[in-house]
């Protein structure tokens, strides 16, 4: 908050002197992600100077890096249901979360949202299924996505602070992904887009948290193992603590 503070004074200060400019900051684009990471809130703030905020919209985009998924499709042959031959899905981010101050819908045209790729329902997969195959497929995956907190919409995610500053914490979540993260603010006026902004996050696991998750999924039977002696191990230390009191 003090931070906050000290950077709207400074654009308010600037404020007669410039022109509209917007001006935005994140409180920490490099996230370190470690065996007790269990998520994080990204704070995202800024002004646009010479403007009263009250009277505009804001729109935050985090996005992360594409991804393909692989699909078989069960066909029924002779009877019996098996999977038909591997296809990709692609262009799926591997993580993506719209903030903004009200319903997107009512903030700009549709035609604009979906030339930004402004808000899920304007994703854009890419698969070789047939148009009414891939609506299906693509449904599921928003649905999978979404419950596990990967896709995010929130239409009241930005808090306008004194009609001149404004500030949203964006909820990455435990099994976040690493990579960069680009981060794009949207500022509009009567429904026309006036300014856009975009930073990235980098996003890291520590050494630690590395070798976990490589262990994890490269050896998982050695890892599983692991994992119990080392259960087994505390819960004999912490009865020998026991007996000893």
Avoid at 53 to 66: A, H, M, P, T
């Amino acid at each position: 908050m003090a931070l906050m503070i000290l950077f709207g004074l400074n654009q308010l200060s600037h404020a007669a002197l410039s022109e509209n400019d917007l001006v935005t900051q994140i409180d920490d684009p490099h996230i370190q992600i470690g065996s007790n990471f269990f998520g994080e809130e990204l704070l995202v703030f800024g002004a646009m100077s010479g403007q009263d905020l009250s009277k505009s919209d804001i729109i935050i985009k985090v996005e992360g890096i594409s991804k393909s998924l692989s699909v078989r499709e069960k066909i029924n042959k002779y009877g019996i249901w098996i999977n038909d031959t591997e296809m990709l899905i692609g262009d799926i981010p591997s993580f993506y979360a719209i903030y903004s101050n009200r319903n997107i819908k009512r903030i700009t045209s549709e035609s604009l949202l979906k030339e930004q790729l402004i808000g899920i329902s304007n994703l854009n997969f890419k698969s070789d299924f047939d148009s009414e195959k891939s609506k299906i497929i693509d449904q599921a995956i928003i649905k999978k996505n979404k419950e596990k907190g990967i896709f995010i919409e929130k239409f009241t995610g930005i808090r306008i602070i004194g009609d001149r500053l404004f500030r949203s914490s964006i909820e990455l979540p435990q099994d976040i992904k690493e990579g960069t993260y680009e981060v794009s603010i949207y500022f509009f006026e009567d429904q026309q887009l006036v300014d856009k902004d975009t930073s990235n996050v980098f996003v890291n696991k520590t050494q630690s948290g590395k070798f976990i998750y490589n262990q994890a999924n490269e050896n998982p039977l050695l890892y599983g193992v692991f994992s119990v002696l080392i259960a087994w191990a505390a819960g004999l230390l912490v009865a020998g603590i026991s007996r000893v009191r």
